[in-house]
């Protein structure tokens, strides 16, 4: 038993070695595994380092890129940049890149192959749309029963306006003995004109610029029609000369006679909004600010804005401002109408819902430049013009802060394309006025200078729904907040 124990014991101190060099074995080979652990780990993260670096140089590489492009003088250069792209309007939010003034506009390139399409866009939302011509007694309510040319709109009748169906009837100016009168003659002219560019000047502050680059067959196709009041006429005569007492170039003088409204600047705003009212036989028109020289060919303008992207209705987007309440802060301080009145105005639309402009709605801008307006005749694009007149008769004649707001209240119904502002610039070339507009009410900043013996600075005849009683309390309406984007703005 002895020899037993002993050999048990001898047996175990012998395996003890065995069992110790196989634990120093396996520590020697897990020490030398972890230096390459360590160094695969360290590998593999900086390798995430320097990809993430070198992806993070390429994206600023590709931004640096992009800006240098878009603000390149080089005509190649300034090609490059998509400036309609989401990365460039990111660009200019963020302040990187600014548009360029003025840019190449894609226009075909030879007017005498554009093709004219056959049908009419189809109507959509509206089928058929006729206009009020008088008022009734509900909407004079027994006062200022004298003709108005917007007519005596209600605010239940403004509301009701907004709601599409498929026939529908609306104020849209012209009201009987309203004023704006054509004569017989120009009447049975422009029945013929079924494209039509058209221009205006009021109370002389223009004289007529005749466009250039005008293709022999724009020539016969487009009437060229400027319309222009009494005084304008004459100021005209005296200074450029007149054919036939009708024409200047190019252009057909159309008189209106009884201009609407006290204000010249809401006057011009029955030519450039009312285009259909003026022409109804027109199929497609291009409206151009009096004070611009066209020198791009009408048909492939129409090409371009319109017929390209299959659109009904183009206008630029603003230089400086996307939000309404920035641009009418603007007005204020340019003095372009009355502050407490344009304050007003801002706060009934602020009641009725609209926010500010932000990236999330599904328009490029809530203002635009309206000195270019490019259209089709459409039952929609009519009733949207008719709309946006009745916001300027009831309200300010400073029709792109009324512009965006039509635009909410038909709630995506009413489709357009609004192009970048510097193609916009690319269109005309800009003359001065022949002298500057001055009125009275523009210089007003409070309500209380409307009283009194200076009540005689109230319109008589446009801006109504500034002084009717609103059917809501504005009082404690709060304008959104502005700040200023652009000195120039």
Known sequence: MDNDVHRSVSLRASRRPDRSVDHF??????????????????????LLLVGGILWMLLILAVLLFHIWTCQSSLVFLSAICNKDSTVFQMLHTMGLVTPPHRCSIPLASDPEKVVIPEKRSPSKFVQSLSYFEEDDDASTNGSQSFPLFGGHQSWEQRDDSFKLKSSMKVHCGFMRNGGAEMSPKDKEYVKKCKFVVASGIFDGYDTPHQPSN???R???LFCFLMVVDEISLDFIKSNVSVRDDEWVGIWRLIVLKN??????????????????????????????DGKMELIVDPLLMLERYLWRGKHTFAIAQHKHHKNIYEEADSN????????PLIDHHMKIYRYEGLEPWTPLKQTRSDVPEGAIIIREHTPLNNLFSCL?????????????????????????????????NCEYNSIFILHPHTREHSSKIEWVKSLNEFKGNNSGLKESRGGLGLWSPYPADLNSVVLPPVARTSKAG
């Open 332 to 339: 204020k301080r340019r003095k372009r109408y009355a502050r």
């Open 25 to 46: 074995q396996i520590k020697d080979k897990l020490s030398s595994d972890y230096p390459i652990k360590i160094i695969w780990k360290r590998g593999f993260i900086r």
């Open 259 to 288: 201009p609407p409204y006290d204000e010249p600047r809401r006057n011009g705003k029955v030519p450039k909004i009312l285009t259909h009212r003026l022409f109804p036989q027109a199929l497609y028109s291009i409206w151009i």
């Open 388 to 420: 946006w007149f009745n916001e300027v008769n009831l309200f300010t004649p400073r029709d792109q802060l009324s512009f965006g707001f039509v635009v909410y209240r038909l709630k995506g119904s009413f489709k357009f394309f609004m192009f970048p």
């Open 214 to 216: 005008v293709s022999p």
């Open 218 to 220: 724009s020539k016969k």
